[in-house]
């Protein structure tokens, strides 16, 4: 998944300590999402960027904030990591415009303990 | 929300077979994207595919918007075919193209 890249790939928290996952792109792409991925279940949207300096709520967005402040760089943010979050979690890019498919990161897998 | 269903859960396969993977969907979209999650867990894009056929070597993909469902074919199945794959779709066409994901077809295959 050339052009998306997740930072750390791997985490173990303690319930209550906070942490920043980091999404960098290459592609100049407007679009940028937040994905979690549990156990047996497709992914479901935590929280979007239709540009830089802005965010909207997706499906899931309790217990996480995110910011955009550079194009590029897309940042999730948990503030009292719980149990409930542990996940796999996918950052992906889309293009603006129509018909432009999401690109997406290889994950980062979390544990909360 | 539009509705996404996957089927068959769970295909387990001989090597050098085909097979036909089916997402239904419950209302009109404009964006449909099929995925491949390999063991590792990365997940590599297939197809974009919201209308029509497309074919990318072993794999093709159709999709029939107005039936409301999308077909993915594998022919000649190879070990690495293994893994779960996943259709997505959107109804939106001009970004915050939320994508829904079915809860995915797993593939096995066996030697």
């Known amino acids: 998944n050339a052009g998306v890249t997740q930072t750390p790939k791997f985490r173990v928290l303690k319930t209550g300590q906070s942490m920043t996952l980091l999404c960098a792109q290459d592609m100049n792409h407007e679009y940028m999402y937040w994905y979690r991925q549990d156990p047996g279940m497709g992914l479901r949207l935590i929280h979007y960027s239709v540009g830089e300096g802005t965010t909207a709520k997706g499906e899931v967005p309790d217990g996480y904030n995110v910011s955009r402040l550079k194009k590029q760089n897309f940042l999730l943010g948990l503030e009292s990591a719980a149990p409930s979050q542990t996940s796999v979690y996918f950052c992906?890019?889309?293009?603006?415009?129509?018909?432009?498919?999401?690109?997406f990161g290889d994950g980062t897998r979390l544990s909360i303990l | 929300g539009i509705q996404v269903e996957q089927s068959p859960p769970d295909l387990i396969l001989q090597e050098g077979a085909n097979s036909t993977l089916r997402c239904n969907f419950s209302?009109?979209?404009?964006?449909l994207q099929w995925f491949h999650q390999n063991p590792w867990g990365q997940l590599i894009n297939l197809f974009y595919i919201p209308s029509g056929t497309k074919q990318n070597g072993r794999l093709s993909a159709t999709t029939v918007a107005t039936e409301r469902y999308s077909l993915l074919y594998i022919s000649s199945s190879q070990t690495t075919d293994s893994g779960v794959y996943f259709c997505?779709?959107?109804?939106?066409?001009?970004?915050?193209?939320?994508?829904?994901f079915g809860t995915g077809t797993r593939l096995t295959i066996i030697p």
């Open positions: 992906a890019t889309q293009r603006a415009g129509s018909n432009q498919p999401q690109h």
């Open positions: 997505a779709v959107a109804q939106s066409n001009f970004g915050n193209e939320k994508l829904t």
């Open positions: 209302d009109s979209v404009n964006n």
